[in-house]
Every structure is written in C-alpha cells, then in structure tokens.
C-alpha cells in the first residue's frame, strides 16, 4: 500500500510541473464543490511544494473554481433535485437521512455552509441542500468564498512557509497522513449521515 501512496505521491509531484496543471487544478476543485469525492488538496499541496512561488495563484484558483463548482451544486439542488441531485445523495448513501438533514438546514443554514467549506466535510452535499432549500444565493456565495478562500489559502501559506521542511515531512510520514485524510474525509461523510 505504502508504495502506491508513493508512487501517487510522486506522479502529483511530477504532475505539479506539466503545463497544464493549474487547469487540472481548476477542474478537480470545481466537480469537487459538486460531485466527485475527491478533494483538491490532492493536487494542491503537491502542486505548492514543487512551486512555492505560485502558493497564492493555486489558492486563487482552487477557491475561484470551487465557489462555482458549489454553484453548480447550487442549481443541481435548486433545480434537478428530483432527478440528478436525488442520484447524488443516493450514490453517498444519504437519501435516509435528507429530510432531517433538511430541517437542521434550514435553521442553521449559513453556520453549516461555512463549516462544510472549511473542512473535510462533504461540501457537495452542502451545496446541493443549500439549493434545494433556495438559501439566498448572495448568503451562500459569501460564507462559500470566505470558507473555502480560508481553507486554500491556510493550506497554501503553510507550506509557502514551511516549503522544504514541510516536503521532508509530508514524504517521511506520507502514509500517515493519507490514512490520517482518508480517515478525515470518511469520517465527513459519516457525520453527514448520522449526526443529521
């Protein structure tokens, strides 16, 4: 296991440096706000330790593209739900608990936006609510733009900082830390499912 983390580790690294991964980057964070499991920092931190100079740019992008990514999730919710958005849930085993989920939404709506984009909380289920819900739309761009803004830009200026340091860390105990964000975003979606 421990060799294909590394082997990942290094293509991301190489990836890092081709020409078009800050495209990549942009399309991995937008599907991320909406559909895919996957988060961005996958790329992110490999794309900011081979470039620390460019940490500010990726930060940018990655929060540009998953703000409009979130508001795709935001017309799926507002406008697909019975159809692409009722699949969604279903694909993240989460149709059981939508109406309570749904209740807690609507009076904590704004706290739960912000929460969702700080951490490894599943945001696409997020932005899919806050759509289905009809939250204004000038309130969920707002908490969604400080929320994921803060959480790139926090990744981004900590290894901006550190820079080398962090690299030696990231690789020395690279397995750790995968098991650590896998736990993380696994435990997101448990949450989801039976804390609403």
């Not at 080398?164 to 435990?187: C, D, H, N, Q, S």
Request: glycine letters at 8%; a positive charge; proline letters at 5%.
């Amino acid at each position: 296991m421990r060799s294909g983390i590394r082997r990942l580790y290094d293509w991301l690294m190489r990836l890092a440096g081709h020409r078009h991964a800050q495209w990549y980057l942009s399309v991995v964070s937008f599907v991320e706000s909406s559909v895919f499991p996957i988060p961005p920092d996958t790329m992110l931190i490999p794309m900011t330790l081979a470039k620390p100079a460019n940490a500010w740019r990726y930060a940018t992008i990655c929060t540009i593209a998953s703000v409009l990514g979130g508001l795709l999730g935001y017309y799926i919710g507002f406008a697909l739900f019975d159809t692409l958005g009722q699949w969604i849930l279903t694909v993240y085993n989460l149709d059981d608990k939508f109406f309570d989920f749904q209740q807690k939404f609507n009076e904590w709506g704004l706290p739960i936006v912000f929460f969702a984009g700080l951490t490894p909380f599943p945001y696409k289920v997020v932005t899919l609510m806050s759509g289905v819900t009809e939250m204004a739309l000038p309130t969920f761009i707002a908490a969604s733009v400080v929320s994921r803004g803060l959480r790139f830009y926090l990744v981004c200026g900590l290894l901006y900082w550190l820079g080398e340091p962090m690299r030696e860390f990231i690789e020395k105990y690279l397995g750790w830390l995968t098991l650590a964000a896998g736990t993380a975003l696994v435990g997101g979606f448990v949450a989801v499912k039976y804390l609403f």
